[in-house]
């Protein structure tokens, strides 16, 4: 199972960690704390010493009623972070965490090597097109409606069989415009109570039906810190026990705040040869 990344050929047998790295400021956990260019190169630094196979890139919040963003202020906040990382690190896998096509046609023209799009595709009908021109890997995360509506839309009568036929449909999309490298997301926390986060995380192995390399991104969410009574600072270890479990249900690559605990993860599970 490999991806290819500008050329690059990822195996994806053994699982990858992928760096969040947030140029907003009002990100739900390190909003705000990324905004010089000193920091940023400092952080993504720290990511890559740590093991990082990719950096993810955002500058649109997309927690739960965030607000809403133009997209010349996310071009704005983004496109110099990609080109200064690039410039002092280039070898830099760099992921784009965005919903708009011409938002990744912009970064991949700068050297962005993933498209990361939280809609699948919903929130643009160009987005497919411009990722198959590029042909860079696509990774599709699960939601209903946008940050601002999805809280109001975690209703289902079977959530895992409703996401399968979701991602069914998105794959038939992206394979019809000619995208090869597809990555599967089940979206945890988006458009989904507590009690569903656990339901798909408890069903993780099912979503192999699909043939598509899943990653997991559940980094210091809700539904870590709710279960625990603690707080987002406080929610490492949670994050690190449900990155564990993801592993074993099939996960190949886990999308984190904290990239040193999450190679751990992988070297761990790793060692079990499973």
């Keep these: 199972m490999t991806i290819n990344c500008l050329g690059q050929l990822i ?3 053994r699982p990858k960690v992928m760096g969040i790295l947030n140029v907003t400021p009002n990100s739900f956990y ?3 704390q990324y905004v010089t260019e000193k920091n940023i190169l400092e952080q993504v630094e720290k990511m890559l ?5 990719f950096i993810d890139l955002g500058a649109y919040s997309s927690k739960p009623n965030a607000a809403f963003v133009t997209q010349d202020e996310e071009l704005e906040r983004l496109l110099p972070v990609v080109k200064s990382v690039l410039k002092h690190f280039p070898q830099t896998l760099l992921s784009i965490d965005t919903f708009r096509s011409e938002v990744a046609k912009s970064a991949l023209d700068h050297g962005a090597a993933i498209i990361n799009d ?5 929130l643009d009908e160009k987005m497919m097109k411009v990722v198959a021109q590029y042909q860079v890997p696509y990774v599709m995360m699960h939601m209903k409606g946008t940050p601002q509506t999805m809280t109001t839309l975690a209703q289902y009568e079977n959530i895992v069989k409703e996401m399968l036929f ?3 449909e998105k794959i038939a999309a992206a394979r019809s415009f000619g995208i090869n490298d597809l990555i599967v997301d089940p979206g945890f926390g988006f458009a989904k109570t507590l009690d569903q986060n656990y339901e798909v995380l408890q069903k993780l192995e099912l979503f192999q039906i699909l043939e598509l390399p899943i990653l997991v991104g559940v980094s210091r969410k809700s539904m870590v810190y709710k279960v625990l009574e603690s707080s987002v600072q406080e929610a490492l270890n949670g994050t690190t026990v449900l990155n564990t479990i993801a592993l074993t249900k099939g996960a190949k690559i886990l999308r984190v705040h904290d990239v040193k605990e999450a190679i751990e ?3 761990l599970f790793n060692r079990l040869e499973i």
């Design 11 to 13: 195996d994806l047998t």
């Design 265 to 267: 993860s992988v070297k």
């Design 49 to 53: 010493v740590e093991g990082a196979d």
């Design 118 to 122: 939280i809609a699948a595709g919903t």
């Design 30 to 32: 390190d909003g705000g």
């Design 166 to 168: 979701y991602f069914s």
